[in-house]
């Protein structure tokens, strides 16, 4: 009886071991919007659908009276969200709204400060130490330093001057400071942004902050000034986490500043560690590189089944970044047999497409040739005697053997 009941306390112990490891999801977003210079009618939407993509978020969004109209209206229950959002710039809140805010902060809440949030408020002595830095909206060098990366070092800067400036739109390499940050740990060191507003001569409190990626200021592409402007932030107040993305000016449909797949991921990277103080999220296969900028239309990675059925559809001089999805999850999948064998399945099913296209067949038989097992033959056996497969599947027989 004693063995009994210490096989059930051995048991419960290891329920309540992995339940506390599981994954939480659904944390309660408030994104905050209404007034802005940028066009906040398309960025509000695409970040909730940006973060509600990764299964990890529910948001909603909340408009603010317009330009002139009665503040004291507006009175969100923040102790209802896990992460607050905003993506305002415009009138004064009023100031229980302020003090709830803090209060919220204070005590834990997660922010994220998306690109012209960190215009705004110059009086409110707390938001601004919430962002860090700011700019536009009369700052000098009464509001606090500039900071930023010189000759590789970190600096202070209390010169005299304005607080915010951006030269024309443009692609930028992020570089990454704080390689070991939960943000930003697996990233690559540098990467190329999508065109967008490089903010320059941000200034703030500066007050408990980390700058975790920086990009470059060229005076030669205007605006510079030829150093190391923070990008990416993050900044403790009181028991609460703030993500400060200085990035993301958004166009119709986006543009190349939302879409940009650095943009997105850092975004649900820095929304999750504002929450958590942890990141569960893998990098995915498409987070670009310093080779080239990396673009997500729908605002969503490509899925492994997607990928396979697009291949389907492939022509020489498109896009080959659904083959590089499939490469990616077979390297994942490296002592899987049984993942490795569904996405063998997919594969052929493809290969068995009328509909398929002739260079969409010869990926996939490539790819096949060194992963594929004794499924795979037949389909390539058939396809021996198509004029314009049979060598591909005489190279992928031979090398199945």
Request: charged share 20%; with cysteine; hydrophobic share 35%.
């Amino acid at each position: 009886m004693k063995r009994k009941y210490i096989i059930l306390i051995v048991l419960a112990g290891l329920f309540g071991i992995f339940s506390s490891c599981k994954k939480e999801t659904g944390f309660n977003t408030l994104i905050i919007t209404g007034q802005n210079n940028h066009n906040w009618q398309v960025s509000s939407p695409l970040l909730k659908q940006i973060l509600d993509e990764t299964g990890l978020f529910t948001s909603e969004i909340m408009k603010t009276p317009a330009t002139g109209g009665d503040m004291n209206t507006f009175n969100p229950d923040f102790s209802k969200y896990k992460l607050v959002v905003i993506d305002y710039n415009g009138d004064s809140w009023n100031e229980k709204t302020n003090k709830a805010f803090v209060d919220y902060v204070s005590n834990g809440g997660g922010v994220v400060i998306y690109h012209a949030a960190n215009n705004s408020f110059p009086a409110w002595k707390e938001y601004n130490e919430m962002t860090g830095l700011g700019g536009w909206g009369d700052r000098n060098e009464k509001s606090g330093p500039y900071v930023y990366y010189k000759a590789g070092q970190l600096v202070t800067d209390t010169s005299a001057g304005i607080g915010g400036t951006h030269g024309k739109r443009r692609e930028f390499m992020v570089v990454s400071r704080k390689a070991d940050h939960p943000i930003t740990k697996g990233l690559p060191a540098r990467w190329l942004h999508g065109t967008d507003e490089l903010y320059s001569l941000l200034r703030g409190p500066a007050l408990n902050m980390e700058v975790l990626a920086t990009a470059f200021a060229d005076s030669a592409k205007g605006g510079g000034t030829m150093r190391d402007e923070p990008m990416l932030m993050t900044i403790a107040y009181g028991k609460g986490r703030i993500f400060h993305t200085a990035m993301g000016h958004a166009d119709e449909g986006g543009g190349p500043a939302m879409q940009c797949a650095g943009f997105i991921i850092t975004l649900q990277r820095g929304a999750e560690w504002a929450v958590t103080g942890n990141v569960t999220q893998p990098v995915p296969f498409d987070f670009p590189t310093a080779a080239g900028v990396v673009l997500r239309p729908d605002f969503k990675e490509v899925t492994v089944d997607e990928a396979i059925k697009n291949i389907g559809s492939y022509e020489i001089g498109k896009s080959t970044k659904n083959l590089t999805c499939l490469q990616y999850h077979i390297r994942k999948l490296a002592g899987d047999q049984a993942g490795l064998l569904n996405l063998e399945k997919q594969m052929v099913t493809v290969l068995e497409s009328s509909d398929a296209t002739t260079e969409g067949k010869k990926l996939l038989l490539r790819e096949l040739s060194w992963m594929g097992t004794s499924f795979c033959q037949p389909a390539i056996n058939k396809l021996s005697s198509v004029e314009e497969l049979k060598d591909e599947a005489a190279f992928a027989l031979e090398r199945l053997k």
